[in-house]
């Protein structure tokens, strides 16, 4: 079983703020990593990829991952109430299956 | 582009009733998948297809069946309703490592 875990929520900030979300996952031969979002009632919306080690920046989000201790972080700078919503990790390998998280509901408070 | 399509967006069954859940896609993808979403609980993959004739077991297959006759259609069966399967369903689709496209989900209460 692959497992990926996400740091318990839910998660509250101020807007202009930055959220950072945790997830860690069980399966060493894990090699792409995914953030999405997904608001109240609606579908998963894909917000990120990441492979390689380090950092990856797109707009206000970063994603980080660390193979080694096998953990993927995603930062949301100048938080917005529009990210007010639940954030899904998920990994996967070369099978493209990805194994999904719990998820972390953020709340921007205005 | 249309995308993912699912239907129906919301179905009530009773208890030992049999419904398909549709899904199709317009992308050309040759990997699809069925989750299902509970609350709290992130999603879990109930079956999944490489391409037209191709489809295994997830994690949750269990009263559930699938087909894939076409590329772009991946319908979902369900056999004998139960409480259990009470769930928000997705189907999703991917062309390459980067990522699914998932439909709008259809919400199924067994009662």
């Known amino acids: 079983q692959k497992e990926v875990e996400q740091n318990s929520g839910p998660l509250s900030v101020p807007e202009g703020a930055i959220a950072s979300l945790n997830c860690t996952y069980s399966?060493?031969?894990?090699?792409?990593f995914f953030w999405y979002r997904q608001y109240s009632g609606k579908s998963p919306e894909l917000i990120m990829f990441?492979?390689?080690?380090g950092d990856k920046e797109d707009g206000r989000f970063t994603a980080q991952l660390n193979k080694a201790s096998q953990y993927v972080s995603l930062l949301i700078r100048d938080s917005q109430p529009s990210d007010s919503a639940t954030y899904l990790c998920a990994g996967g390998s070369n099978d493209y299956k990805l194994s999904f998280g719990a998820g972390t509901t953020v709340t921007v408070r205005a | 582009n249309a995308g993912v399509t699912q239907t129906p967006k919301f179905r009530i069954l009773k208890i030992g009733q049999s419904m398909t859940l549709q899904c199709a896609q317009d992308?050309?993808?040759?990997?699809m998948y069925w989750y299902r979403q509970d609350p709290g609980m992130g999603l879990k993959l109930i079956y999944y297809?490489?391409?037209?004739?191709?489809?295994d077991k997830g994690e949750v297959p269990n009263g559930y069946n699938v087909s894939r006759s076409t590329t772009e259609d991946f319908p979902l069966r369900l056999e004998l309703a139960a409480p259990s399967q009470t769930s928000v369903y997705f189907c999703?689709?991917?062309?390459?490592?980067?990522?699914?496209?998932f439909g709008s989900g259809t919400r199924l209460t067994v009662v």
């Open positions: 990441i492979y390689s080690n």
């Open positions: 399966d060493r031969g894990s090699q792409s």
């Open positions: 297809s490489v391409g037209a004739g191709i489809t």
């Open positions: 999703a689709s991917s062309g390459t490592a980067d990522g699914y496209t």
């Open positions: 992308m050309n993808h040759n990997y």
